[in-house]
Each structure stands twice: as C-alpha cells, then as structure tokens.
C-alpha cells in the first residue's frame, strides 16, 4: 500500500498557511465580498487563501495538477490537488466560525480520480480533520497530538441523529418529500451545514448526513476522512466517493436506508 505520510505533512502545512491567512481576514469591517456568476459570494480572502496553496504547492509539488474552487484546473498527471479554500463563505463573511479549508490529494486509479489524503481545517472553531488512505482519520491540533475517529454503531434509524444543510435544494430537485419523511424517521435533526456535519459522522456524532447539489472540491476532503473513519461516502446514486455531484454520508449501518428515503422524491 502506497505511504501518503509526506503528501499528509504537506496538506498540513499547507492548512497552517491558509488558517493564518482566513483567520487575518475573519470579521474585518473592510473584507471585500463580490458575487459570482451562480450567485455565490466570494471574498478576497477565498482568494488569497487559494493563491496561497498553490503556491506552496507549485514549490513542493511541481508534477501534480490542481484543481481548486476559484482558479480552475491548472496542470495534468495522475496525481491532482483539489482545494475549497473556504468552505462555508456565506458564513465567513457573516461573522459566523463554521467554515473550514478543504485540502485533499486525489490519484488517477480505476474509476477515475479517488481521494487519497484530505486535511479539513476550521480555525475559528479551533478544530481539524485529517485523514489518509489506508492509515485511518484523526482530529486534534497536529499530527503529532491527535485522536483517531471512529463513526457511531447506531443500527436503528430511530435513534439516528441527520445534519443537512438547507431546505431549498432538496425542493430544487424534487426530493423535498423523501427529505421530510426522513427527518420524521428520525431521532434527531439538525441544519449545521457546509464540512461540520461529515465531519461529525467521521467522529461518530451524528449518524448521517446528506446534500442535494455540491462540487468535487467540496467532497473530496471530507469523503475520505468519513471513510477511513469506517463510515460511508457516496453520491445519492449510490456511488461511492465524491463524483456525483451531490452527497450522502453515513456511519455505513444506515446508508440504504439513508439513500432509500433521499430518492424517494
């Protein structure tokens, strides 16, 4: 099994750099917002961060692609570098601490590009998430002061705990109905939205999690730490990974159910 044991240290230092950068910027009074062609916000410091690690990784990792939310694709190979630098804008730039930087390494394989490393980090939290393929996922402030992660064993789905992020996507695309009876089947719901809730399937306190329309840069990094955490990351087809545009999350034991309701419509 290949050791991504570098690659991990990189991302690491790469989410020091762009936490020092975000966090600079985190309720300015002059932080400049502008709005992108879908209507999403963008500040400069979604920007500056993912200038930052390209950069950096231009330097370090000179043969890999990257591909990153602001500034495209740039390079080829069988090794790509995806990156959110700010994941959770719209709360960034409202003063609210959930938003995280999504740093993940992606390897060309069978079936396409898989990820092999994620870093999720959310500094005004005070909170990180790493993971590597094959060598399980953790949280803490380093790698050398860290817990490892494990998803719940919650069987029933009765007892589960569902985190979602809005209402509206699901109504978009018809599965408003399948997202209700959901939540009316289980224990608990909870609207925490954007990295948070994939983050705490990985550390086993909630049990799923689903959104209706995301982009690759979004999913990579927290597909494989719920993964290596022992839970499940597929595409509401069912497809494992983060390819499919949208995204459901599990500790594994309520996935079908999880994807059953999701599809009904």
Not at 113 to 125: H, I, K, M, R
Not at 177 to 201: H, K, N, S
Not at 242 to 264: C, V
Request: charged share 25%; with cysteine; net charge negative.
């Amino acid at each position: 099994m290949a050791d991504y044991h570098d690659d991990l240290r990189l991302a690491h230092v790469l989410a020091d750099a762009a936490d020092a950068a975000t966090m600079d910027r985190f309720r300015a009074l002059d932080l400049k917002v502008e709005t992108k062609p879908d209507m999403t916000p963008v500040s400069e410091a979604d920007k500056a961060a993912e200038e930052l690690i390209r950069h950096q990784l231009q330097r370090a990792r000179p043969r890999d692609a990257i591909l990153g939310e602001e500034y495209g694709l740039e390079g080829t190979g069988p090794r790509r570098w995806v990156v959110d630098p700010i994941d959770g804008t719209k709360n960034y730039v409202r003063g609210v601490p959930v938003w995280a930087t999504l740093i993940s390494l992606m390897e060309a394989g069978e079936g396409g590009y898989q990820p092999v490393v994620g870093v999720v980090s959310a500094p005004a939290l005070g909170r990180r998430w790493w993971a590597a393929k094959g060598a399980g996922a953790y949280t803490g402030r380093s790698l050398s002061s860290a817990t490892r992660l494990h998803a719940s064993r919650v069987a029933e789905l009765s007892d589960a705990s569902f985190a979602y992020s809005s209402l509206d996507g699901w109504e978009e695309q018809g599965r408003l109905g399948g997202f209700l009876e959901l939540g009316r089947a289980v224990w608990r719901t909870r609207g925490y939205g954007d990295f948070w809730p994939y983050m705490m399937v990985a550390e086993g306190s909630v049990d799923i999690c689903a959104e209706p329309e995301l982009s690759l840069w979004d999913m990579a990094a927290t597909a494989i730490v719920v993964q290596e955490a022992g839970g499940t990351f597929t595409g509401l087809d069912g497809v494992h990974g983060p390819h499919s545009g949208n995204a459901a999350a599990s500790n594994g034991l309520l996935h079908t159910e999880l994807l059953e309701y999701l599809n009904r419509g």
